[in-house]
């Protein structure tokens, strides 16, 4: 969402445009996304906790469902409302929220992506071992007119090239997927109607032909609502963060 000081009114949140698209692109190819943010307004008493939920909800809705499954978007947020100099393990840079997401969804952080606008996001990243990429909407991590250090993988315009580069790099886009999905699912309707023979459910040529174009046309057409509601070894998750304040 586009930067807003201690956002506290719901009436404030902005998408940059895109995002959602980009959003359920990849959730659609089987990735979680989760959002984790600093919200230091909170412990410094800019705003509650009941603001918060309320700027969150409304970002939620704007962003939409994910589809072809319906179902939220967004898999699930977590935020900080520790306010320097305090120390936390859960205010970004460090990584405990990200480890909660870990362990709440069962993902593997080697094979998931932090996008970010800020260093404190990048290192953030590192330190959970994810890959990285700075937007350069928002703070673009140049905070103070430094670069941004550590450097993250990836530097890209904003949100939408973000997916583009996690797709990409993830070797799950574009006509690439949509052909390993179709192999996979005549594959699979192969071995169903080669069974289906072998037990005797069928007994004529034309039966296994049946059989064989009836389970790949629907395991074709279920495969991302079930790479979306099954996150398996195989479904990494993108972590993404929103509106943190420090």
């Given at each position: 969402m586009e930067e807003v000081?201690?956002?506290?009114?719901?009436?404030?949140?902005?998408?940059?445009?895109?995002?959602?698209?980009?959003?359920?692109?990849?959730?659609?190819?089987?990735?979680?996304?989760?959002?984790?943010?600093?919200?230091?307004?909170i412990g410094r008493g800019l705003l509650t906790e009941a603001q918060y939920h309320a700027v969150q909800a409304e970002l939620i809705r704007q962003l939409g469902t994910a589809e072809p499954a319906?179902?939220?978007?967004?898999?699930?947020?977590y935020f900080c409302p520790d306010a320097p100099p305090s120390p936390s393990p859960r205010r970004k840079p460090e990584p405990g929220m990200v480890f909660e997401a870990a362990r709440?969804?069962?993902?593997?952080?080697?094979?998931?992506?932090?996008?970010?606008?800020?260093?404190?996001?990048?290192?953030?990243?590192?330190?959970?071992?994810?890959?990285?990429?700075?937007?350069?909407?928002?703070?673009g991590g140049k905070e103070g007119g430094?670069?941004?250090?550590?450097?993250?993988?990836?530097?890209?315009?904003?949100?939408?090239?973000?997916?583009e580069i996690v797709a990409r790099r993830s070797g799950t886009t574009g006509n690439a997927?949509?052909?390993?999905?179709?192999?996979?699912?005549?594959?699979?309707?192969?071995?169903?109607?080669?069974?289906?023979?072998?037990?005797?459910?069928?007994?004529?040529?034309?039966?296994?032909?049946?059989?064989?174009?009836?389970?790949?046309?629907?395991?074709?057409?279920f495969t991302p609502w079930i790479n979306g509601a099954f996150h398996a070894s195989f479904v990494r998750i993108g972590l993404w963060r929103t509106g943190s304040q420090d």
């Open positions: 000081n201690y956002c506290a009114d719901p009436g404030l949140v902005r998408l940059f445009p895109g995002t959602g698209d980009a959003l359920r692109r990849l959730r659609a190819r089987g990735f979680l996304i989760v959002i984790v943010t600093n919200q230091s307004g319906g179902g939220p978007l967004i898999a699930a947020s709440d969804l069962d993902i593997d952080l080697t094979r998931s992506w932090f996008i970010g606008d800020k260093s404190a996001d990048i290192e953030c990243g590192r330190r959970a071992g994810c890959r990285t990429i700075l937007v350069q909407t928002g703070y430094e670069a941004p250090a550590p450097a993250p993988d990836f530097i890209v315009k904003d949100a939408v090239a973000a997916a997927y949509s052909a390993r999905r179709l192999l996979f699912s005549l594959v699979s309707g192969g071995m169903f109607s080669f069974f289906s023979a072998l037990l005797g459910l069928v007994k004529s040529p034309s039966g296994c032909l049946f059989f064989f174009l009836w389970f790949s046309l629907l395991h074709f057409v």
